[in-house]
């Protein structure tokens, strides 16, 4: 969350002459809710479920960029799915860095509602460190402060 996966994914996309795809503007495309409300209304384990689903079926698309949610690649095996069917982009930054793009959101993510600066800072600190595993699989490490895709 608040690396730049969709900036980056875009100029990635544009850079490499291929489409680009958001996959949470997919769920909200395919479900007609928003990530946000979908999360409030049936939980996060419904919206994971459905994910997974609408993951796999990129399989079948071509000259792609996809830029997935945060934790996409954390749940049912999906960045192993990824890692088959693609390559996986990391891109790293640091729990202060995160947290100030986090404090400067206009649109806060479903899991970081409502948090002060000192919670906010220890869930992200939280789910870095939960999640670091699966994003270290990547074979593509980039500092998502200034990511370059040369």
Same mark, same amino acid.
Do not use: W
């Given at each position: 969350?608040?690396?730049?996966?969709?900036?980056? @994914?875009?100029?990635?996309?544009?850079?490499?002459?291929?489409?680009?795809?958001?996959?949470?503007?997919?769920? #909200?495309? %395919?479900?007609?809710?928003?990530?946000?409300?979908?999360?409030?209304?049936?939980?996060? #384990?419904?919206?994971?479920?459905?994910?997974?689903?609408?993951?796999?079926?990129?399989?079948?698309?071509?000259?792609?960029?996809?830029?997935? @949610?945060? @934790?996409?690649?954390?749940?049912?095996?999906?960045?192993?799915?990824?890692? #088959?069917? @693609?390559?996986?982009?990391?891109?790293?930054?640091?729990?202060?860095?995160?947290? #100030?793009?986090?404090?400067?959101?206009?649109?806060?993510?479903?899991?970081?509602?409502?948090?002060?600066?000192?919670?906010? %800072?220890?869930?992200?600190?939280?789910?870095?460190?939960?999640?670091?595993?699966?994003? %270290?699989?990547?074979?593509?490490?980039?500092?998502?402060?200034?990511?370059?895709?040369?």
């Amino acid at each position: 969350m608040y690396c730049g996966k969709t900036t980056f @994914g875009r100029k990635l996309a544009e850079e490499k002459g291929m489409d680009y795809l958001d996959l949470d503007r997919a769920f #909200e495309n %395919r479900y007609h809710y928003t990530v946000p409300r979908f999360f409030a209304t049936f939980g996060e #384990e419904a919206f994971r479920k459905l994910e997974s689903q609408l993951l796999r079926s990129t399989a079948a698309l071509d000259n792609v960029v996809i830029a997935t @949610g945060g @934790g996409t690649p954390c749940h049912s095996g999906n960045m192993d799915f990824i890692l #088959e069917n @693609g390559t996986a982009i990391y891109l790293q930054m640091s729990v202060d860095a995160l947290v #100030e793009r986090a404090l400067r959101s206009r649109n806060p993510r479903p899991l970081m509602r409502g948090l002060s600066p000192d919670a906010l %800072r220890a869930k992200i600190q939280s789910q870095l460190m939960e999640r670091e595993p699966f994003y %270290r699989k990547a074979p593509v490490i980039l500092d998502g402060r200034d990511p370059q895709f040369n």
